[in-house]
């Protein structure tokens, strides 16, 4: 599927392209739109540490392509990517590298959070790297029972935090199984680092969750300029509008690379007018 001459068609609204340059595009002009982005160089779960020094360099030389060429944008970085699941000392080596380049060029580096079994790694990670540098901002997931206490921790060491519902599988030992009670815990999380967070990110394309936190917002007289939503490129674009003529920070999250296909059937999976919006535009001429 990945090398088929019909990927352009297939993952054109969801992934910028495959090349560094495709994405760069998109960002300029999603820049000149009021929007800013998230750079994600698709491909998780590398099997070899050569896979992932490789990845390692590609999101290297993407922070130097933002800062060169001035575009509001951070990159986003899952630790798999980056060997994870094969040497954690690695892993922690290629991501301090990561962030020093940040550190020096203005960036900012996004760490995605995966399956619950990684989460304490990638919380020290994230956390050491932090307090050495900054320029990092943790991802934390509304469907883990522990997520509050993690919020409460990074928020007390001033870690910024994007906050997002979750989409991987997960036990009901250590994951709300009903969706009503990841909403709740969304809300009340969002709350929390609205008053106590460094300039959080609330990812959603939930309107409720939305409302939520605008009605929150102006019942507190929190500033727009304090927080920041972010949604995936190519989602719910009705909802990205209504954001950006009310004022609010937008960030897209927008991926580019060869590796497209897990986060596709992500994407097809979440919503069904996704699903039906690829079957629309596959029998146009």
């Not at 619950?116 to 919380?123: F, G, I, P, Q, R």
Request: aromatic share 8%.
């Amino acid at each position: 599927m990945e090398t088929s001459p019909l990927a352009g068609r297939l993952t054109g609204r969801f992934v910028a392209g495959q090349t560094l340059e495709q994405e760069l595009e998109v960002c300029r002009r999603l820049n000149q739109q009021g929007i800013l982005v998230t750079v994600d160089h698709l491909g998780e779960k590398v099997t070899s540490l050569e896979e992932a020094r490789s990845s390692r360099d590609a999101y290297l030389d993407t922070l130097s392509r933002i800062a060169q060429q001035k575009l509001e944008a951070s990159v986003s970085v899952k630790l798999s990517q980056f060997g994870l699941g094969l040497s954690e000392e690695v892993c922690r080596q290629s991501a301090q590298c990561l962030v020093s380049r940040a550190s020096e060029v203005g960036g900012l580096v996004e760490f995605d959070m995966e399956s619950h079994e990684t989460v304490d790694s990638n919380l020290a990670i994230v956390t050491g790297l932090h307090e050495r540098f900054g320029r990092v901002r943790s991802v934390i997931q509304a469907y883990l029972y522990r997520s509050a206490g993690d919020i409460a921790m990074l928020c007390r060491n001033r870690v910024p935090v994007r906050l997002c519902k979750g989409a991987y599988q997960e036990p009901p030992a250590v994951a709300f199984p009903r969706k009503a009670d990841v909403n709740e815990n969304y809300k009340r999380l969002s709350e929390v680092l609205l008053e106590q967070g460094v300039y959080p990110a609330l990812a959603t394309h939930d309107p409720e969750m939305i409302d939520h936190a605008l009605a929150f917002v102006e019942r507190k007289g929190i500033p727009k300029e304090g927080f920041e939503f972010q949604m995936l490129y190519g989602i719910r674009r009705d909802l990205q509008d209504r954001l950006i003529a009310g004022g609010y920070r937008l960030r897209l999250y927008v991926p580019y690379g060869g590796a497209w296909y897990p986060y596709f059937m992500r994407r097809l999976a979440e919503r069904p007018a996704n699903l039906l919006f690829l079957a629309r535009n596959l029998l146009r001429r």
